[in-house]
T-cell receptor
């Protein structure tokens, strides 16, 4: 049963510290997405990759956030320095472009999330 | 741009009641449509999908029909259970063609609580 894995599941840190979140996409998937979920904003797309290349990171605060895919089995999201307003649940999702008798579409599979608390 | 609007929650029902959660979309092309479910403390899970007009997606007693004429994809279930309590997200995916990106656009989510 293939799943997206994320580590850590929970992270509590102090303002100003660096935070790194990791994601292992499902083997064979060619897209990876990072989302942030808060009560106020709901689900926000931060960044995503196709075939390890960044396609769009316009949803990400560039001054403190960075996302990378050093290889096909690992995606990272880094916050430096962290701030209390970054407290949220961060989800990674992976997907596979699929033909469906017409236009292609991108079904996504979500990881369990990293709950980040910045004090 | 592409977007999804779903009914505001929370929705509270008694067990065995009928459920409808409304979802409408705006898209320039021919999107695929999805319903995702999020149980407490977990990530989103795909519940059902439909890839073209008049398709009906179904899973675990839930159904939704892709209505192009009304740009809707309403989620229904004939008899809800306590275990259906969760947050439900409607989403669309634009086409992956050339420069288009194939990302998902999510609604705000609808909290469903089912009481025994």
């Amino acid at each position: 049963d293939a799943r997206v894995t994320q580590t850590p599941r929970d992270k509590v840190t102090e303002m100003g510290q660096e935070v790194t979140m990791r994601c292992q996409p499902i083997l064979g998937h060619n897209t990876v997405f990072w989302y942030r979920q808060t009560m106020m904003q709901g689900l926000e797309l931060l960044a995503y990759f196709r075939n390890r290349a960044p396609l769009d990171d316009s949803g990400m605060p560039k001054d403190r956030f960075s996302a990378e895919m050093p290889d096909a089995t690992l995606a990272t999201l880094k916050i430096q320095p962290s701030e209390p307003r970054d407290s949220a649940v961060y989800f990674c999702a992976s997907g596979l472009t699929r033909l469906a008798g017409g236009p292609t579409y991108n079904e996504q599979f979500f990881g369990p999330g990293t709950r980040l608390t910045v004090l | 741009g592409d977007s999804v609007t779903q009914m505001e929650g929370p929705v509270t029902l008694s067990e065995e009641a009928f459920l409808t959660i409304n979802c409408t979309y705006t898209a320039t092309g021919y999107p695929s449509l999805f319903w995702y479910v999020q149980y407490p403390g977990e990530g989103l899970q795909l519940l059902l999908k439909a890839t073209k007009a008049d398709d009906k997606g179904s899973n675990k007693g839930f159904e939704a029909t892709y209505r192009k004429e009304t740009t809707s994809f309403h989620l229904e279930k004939g008899s809800v259970q306590v275990s259906d309590s969760a947050v439900y997200f409607c989403a669309l995916s634009d086409q992956v063609r050339g420069s288009t990106l194939g990302r998902l656009y999510f609604g705000r989510g609808t909290q469903l609580t089912v009481w025994p």
